[in-house]
């Protein structure tokens, strides 16, 4: 069977969508699922391409067990949306961002939101923590937790 291949999308990829790609990792993990699944992060702007995530988010993550190893990189559109079965968004403006960049309708198709899998917190965005205190980063990573368990859930049943 293939690989099922998640995509997760924030603004500058160093922040919420590598803690996503973390936390899913985790979560396939722990339900023995790991290798079903292959798991990326990218953002929509490249201004942080080629390096590490948020040190900030580094070390909230690191507190919960979540090692953020990945390299920051733009969304390539002509690849990601072809190789990827699903783009999840952070935000609003990261879906509408990603929508404006998507190929094609199937591409558009793909493009869904992290919250739309939440099962107990009633967020409609994971915020952007970038510019805040530190509890935008706690709130990241409860979301996040919260929804790629939901994720999991409906991509499984
Ligand atoms: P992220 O956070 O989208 O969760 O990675 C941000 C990181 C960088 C910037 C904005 C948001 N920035 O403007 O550089």
Redesign the pocket.
């Known amino acids: 069977m293939d690989k099922m291949r998640l995509l997760f999308v ?9 803690s996503a790609e973390a936390v899913m990792n985790a979560v396939v993990e722990k339900h023995g699922a790991a290798g079903r699944f292959e798991i990326d992060s990218a ?1 929509i ?1 490249g ?2 391409e080629g390096g590490p995530a ?1 040190s900030r988010m580094k070390r909230f993550a690191r507190k919960r067990g979540y090692q953020l190893n990945s390299i920051s990189r733009p969304v390539k559109p002509e690849i990601d949306f072809e190789y990827f079965d699903l783009v999840v968004a ?1 935000d609003d403006e990261n879906v509408r961002d990603l929508l404006a960049m998507a190929p094609n309708e199937a591409a558009r198709a793909k493009v869904v939101k992290m919250t739309d899998y939440a099962q107990s917190m009633g967020y409609d965005e994971v915020p ?4 805040g205190g530190e509890d935008g980063f706690i709130l ?1 990573l409860d979301l996040l937790e919260d929804a790629c368990e939901g994720l999991y859930q409906q991509l499984t049943s």
Request: charged content about 15%; proline content about 10%; overall charge negative.
């Open positions: 924030c603004l500058g990829n160093i922040c919420r969508s590598p953002g702007i201004v942080h948020d952070m952007d923590p970038y510019y990241v």
